[in-house]
């Protein structure tokens, strides 16, 4: 007569492989459904990306250097930059400001790093900056006159 331990024990064994076996059926079928996801979804990348390089053919030559001109247009501002450029011209701070069209407070700000100047306030010191010594001067001789 077989011992009642290993009976048991293989019973107990067979439940367990039949219970393993339904789980990994699920985890099966999960992953399966999973990877045809994945698989549809670079389809449609690809899908995507084919329209996206056909609509970029499409788009005119003549409208990418208006985006061009634009950056063009973004002027950069350094601290430092505008002393160098103040002492090239032999302005004092004052002066600087009356040509730039802020107080001489402001200069020293944006000489000091603590403070950056609005968009139209780069573009008064983009004026500046293409000014040379006697431009500058005369330019204030008509600023004081008027």
């Given at each position: 007569m077989p011992n009642i331990a290993?009976?048991?024990?293989?019973?107990?064994?067979?439940?367990?492989?039949?219970?393993?076996?339904?789980?990994?059926?699920?985890?099966?079928?999960?992953?399966?459904?999973?990877r045809s996801e994945i698989?549809?979804?670079?389809?449609?990348?690809?899908?995507?990306?084919?329209?996206?390089?056909?609509?970029?053919?499409?788009?005119?030559?003549?409208?990418?250097?208006?985006?061009?001109?634009?950056?063009?247009?973004?002027?950069?501002?350094?601290?430092?930059?505008v002393r160098a450029q103040r002492t090239r011209l032999g302005l004092s701070v004052a002066e600087m400001?009356?040509?730039?069209?802020v107080?001489?407070?402001?200069i020293y700000n944006w000489e000091a790093g603590t403070s950056r100047p609005r968009a139209e306030q780069l573009a008064s010191i983009a004026v500046v900056r293409k000014m040379g010594k006697r431009d500058a001067k005369a330019r204030l001789d008509q600023m004081r006159a008027a």
């Open positions: 290993s009976v048991l024990k293989e019973e107990i064994a067979r439940l367990i492989r039949r219970q393993l076996r339904g789980e990994t059926e699920n985890l099966k079928k999960a992953s399966s459904r999973y698989a549809g979804l670079k389809r449609r990348i690809d899908i995507l990306e084919k329209e996206i390089s056909r609509l970029a053919k499409m788009v005119p030559i003549s409208a990418a250097p208006a985006v061009d001109g634009e950056s063009e247009t973004r002027l950069r501002f350094k601290p430092q930059g400001g009356a040509l730039v069209g107080s001489p407070q402001t």
